[in-house]
């Protein structure tokens, strides 16, 4: 299985698009340790930063949606999806592997977003533990986005459009609306995993809603999460066309 | 022959449009050609039984497995599809390479070595397949296909944009994987291709099976399109006139120096025109039926004329 993890997580990572969509990962991250070096302080200071990860929240599921939600729609549409799916994989471990390489190639943004934040941090004199927690942010992100992104690339040939919706809508708007939907927001439960390792001041802690900030009821709600996704994208490759 | 790949009663249709009707056939080892003109439903049956596409109605099974339920049957299965389509970022080595890993077969190297040989590519297996005309593609398709040397071959429209020698080469190496004893159904719409490949076919029309079996047994069974036999001679009108007495003529066409006849009984008439020639003692130079090919068949298949 590991190398049609590797073909896929391969194929999606284009040197453009690697960089582009690591560039749109990390501009938030990045003016974090900007904002700190200029002497931002106390309430302006977890203003911006609430500010800065709700940025991170679009601009990061943006780029995951892009990267991991091509893994399979990409074969699918250039008609390459028969060579890896005429292999003597069960439909559970080509789902699983989607999955992971998409997965993979999410992190792989969110990491060099991490590090250019990190970089910039050091650059700036604001010292790595401004910004040395944020991959605890970007990898749980890049788990759960894949886990709904990839499925929903197989399913829906407009799947960037469906993307785009959930979380320009759904996970903002809808989730403040709605409480219980708050639960369901990937971001959400990423920061809720982020919060054990950092302290939150209350605006930025305000981004998590109704979540309740920990890194074990964030990592139960990311395996419910991708045990879903698998779930899902294992029966739409037993039940539907592949082409 | 035991049926390698059995198709019972299998229609395929998307929202209100219907790509294959009710159709049950059985694939054995040795070359098939699957013909039918462009949207006969001819790729959606190869998708089918290669488990990329779900029948609506009816099953598919490979070697008495399901492909949609059971992927270990495609170590024995590969598909060539009609799409241009290949990872163009990889070099012609690298995606038999992956093609051979994702099959788990052993010895990779040897075995993409050969197959890139089979096909004659050794001299590009380092190029980018991007830089590919659409005939290298196809080569390096088939090379891919042929990397985990599979029992059954399903080849969707293989010869495509492949210039006359290379596809000359094809059909050779086809018809050796058929004799070999592989399962090779071969679609194509080039009737002489697959007239070159093999006399057995299966001819689909409107997405329902028009026909199957030997061509000259196909045409045998059109009855009721009698045979045109031609033939060359300087006394059209005393032959002509001859050969009508024969039972099973139905018509004859008089040029100036040949005769088209129109036979219903093609056997009748084999066992009775050498005593009228003899007999007339004639100077006949050529007898030849005119209808009798696979393109003849597949358009009274098609057309019905």
């Keep these: ?243 | 022959m035991s049926a390698t790949i059995e198709v019972n009663g299998l229609s395929k249709w998307f929202g209100n449009k219907v790509a294959v009707s009710e159709l049950s056939v059985n694939f054995s080892p040795g070359i098939t050609g699957l013909l039918g003109p462009n949207g006969a439903g001819k790729t959606t049956m190869m998708r089918v039984v290669a488990g990329l596409q779900v029948p609506s109605q009816g099953s598919v099974s490979i070697l008495g497995k399901d492909p949609r339920t059971d992927p270990e049957i495609y170590r024995k299965v590969a598909l060539v599809p009609e799409d241009e389509a290949v990872y163009g970022h990889l070099t012609a080595s690298q995606f038999v390479t992956l093609a051979a890993r994702l099959s788990g077969i052993d010895n990779i190297e040897g075995r993409v070595v050969e197959a890139i040989h089979l096909v004659e590519m050794s001299d590009s297996s380092d190029r980018k397949l991007d830089g590919f005309s659409k005939g290298m593609r196809q080569r390096i398709k088939v090379a891919a296909a042929l990397v985990s040397d599979p029992e059954i071959l399903l080849l969707d429209e293989p010869l495509n944009g492949a210039d006359p020698v290379q596809r000359a080469r094809l059909i050779a190496l086809f018809r050796r994987l058929g004799e070999e004893g592989k399962t090779v159904l071969v679609s194509s719409h080039i009737l002489a291709e697959v007239e070159r490949m093999t006399d057995q076919v299966v001819a689909m029309v409107d997405g329902r099976l028009a026909a199957m079996g030997h061509i000259s047994e196909i045409r045998a069974a059109m009855s009721d399109k009698p045979r045109r036999v031609y033939i060359e001679t300087d006394q059209t009108r005393r032959l002509g006139s001859a050969l009508i007495q024969l039972d099973g003529v139905v018509g004859i066409e008089l040029d100036e120096d040949r005769l088209t006849l129109q036979v219903t009984d093609a056997q009748g008439f084999a066992r009775g025109i050498p005593k009228i020639l003899a007999d007339g003692n004639y100077d006949v130079t050529r007898i030849e039926p005119t209808d009798e090919s696979l393109e003849s068949v597949f358009r009274y298949l098609v057309e019905g004329e």
């Design chain 1, 1 to 243: 299985m590991i190398h049609l993890v590797s073909h896929l997580y391969r194929r999606t990572m284009r040197k453009g698009r690697l960089i582009g969509l690591t560039a749109l990962s990390a501009v938030p991250a990045v003016l974090f340790p900007l904002l700190v070096a200029g002497g931002l302080e106390g309430a302006g200071l977890d203003e911006a930063y609430a500010g800065v990860v709700t940025g991170a929240g679009y601009t990061f599921a943006i780029a995951a949606l892009v990267i991991s939600g091509g893994i399979l729609r990409e074969e699918r549409d250039s008609g390459t999806l028969p060579y890896i799916y005429m292999r003597p994989y069960s439909r559970f471990s080509l789902a699983l592997a989607s999955v992971a390489a998409g997965a993979g190639a999410a992190a792989t943004l969110g990491i060099a977003a991490w590090a250019l934040s990190v970089l910039t941090g050091l650059f700036v004199g604001a010292g790595p533990s401004v910004t040395g927690t944020g991959i605890a942010l970007f990898v749980p992100a890049a788990i759960g986005y894949a886990a709904v992104f990839v499925p929903l690339g197989y399913l829906y040939s407009r799947s960037l459009l469906i993307g785009l919706g959930y979380v320009l809508v759904g996970e903002t708007i809808l989730a403040f609306v709605i409480p219980g939907l708050a639960q369901l927001s990937i971001w959400r439960i990423a920061m809720s995993i982020y919060a054990s390792f950092v302290e939150f001041g209350p605006e930025a802690g305000a981004g998590l809603g109704p979540i309740a900030p920990g890194a074990g009821g964030g990592i139960a709600k990311l395996t419910a999460v991708l045990v879903a996704g698998v779930a899902l994208l294992t029966w739409a490759l037993r039940k539907r066309d592949a082409l």
